[in-house]
């Protein structure tokens, strides 16, 4: 097996799933790529809210705000969604976020000014006010062993894409897949290659 070079990560990358993807899980999926090395790789699915589930009701139930605090957290804290990150490790919350805000030795830069922290300080500092000003919670992370997210884009599951700021911090996640698209150039419609055969 060769090699992965700096050069050849997927680091900070969009993984934007083709039409054909045969898992169901990751249908319509734009995955932010965390981590790529030889020994495999790791991403959060940015587009799948959790739809029952509210970052103030996670808050209450970790015991970072009470109820009657939970009136009293910032708005952009009140209006955050809650992501599926991928199907391994549901229980576990990951946090991406701006480089604005850093815990020593918690904390992983991964690339053009994005971060990710997986401890519950960083949901305490959200819940004051004290956190990152771009942020998005997310449970459960997609993972792949060596080689196997290189076949899967070898075998037209994924595109990759320079990871965009503006679309991974969007609140309106029904957009992502679309936007994600959009930023190489191509429309959804050119990708469904049995479309208007007869």
Known sequence: MSEIGAADTLEGQFLIAMPSMADSRFEHSVIYVCSHS???AMGLIVNQVAKHLSLEELLIQLDIVNDDDA????????GMSVHKGGPVEVERGFVLHSDDFQLNQSTLAIDNGICLTATLEILRALAEGTGPRLAMLALGYAGWAPGQLENEIQSNGWLTAPADRDILFDANSEKKWHRALASLGIDPAMLFSDAGHA
């Open 38 to 40: 030889e020994q495999g």
């Open 71 to 78: 009136i009293r957290l910032p708005p952009q804290v009140r």
